[in-house]
């Protein structure tokens, strides 16, 4: 589930970057938002799902979450949760 709560969030990202000129800068604001949301065990769940790409095997192995904007959004939460 914790790849499904990723990907959701990563399509939000997505979306609000293709909604303004400034992608880059509302991609960041987008995922500064949802850490800043992320409850105590929310945040504890979702550090404990590998890397993306680390896993070949898992949901966060090779696939459509593994490469774009996708794959930028979830490495920054990911990131942000370390």
């Not at 990723?6 to 604001?29: F, M, N």
């Not at 949301?37 to 890397?51: C, F, G, I, W, Y």
């Amino acid at each position: 589930m914790g790849a499904h709560a990723l990907g959701a969030a990563a399509y939000a990202a997505k979306a609000a970057s293709l909604s303004r000129s400034d992608s880059d800068l509302a991609i960041d604001e987008e995922v500064d938002w949802q850490v800043s949301h992320m409850s105590t065990d929310v945040r504890t769940a979702l550090r404990l799902l590998p890397s993306l790409g680390e896993d070949s095997a898992g949901p966060l192995g090779a696939g459509l979450l593994a490469s774009g904007v996708l794959a930028t959004v979830i490495r920054k939460i990911q990131k942000e949760l370390t």
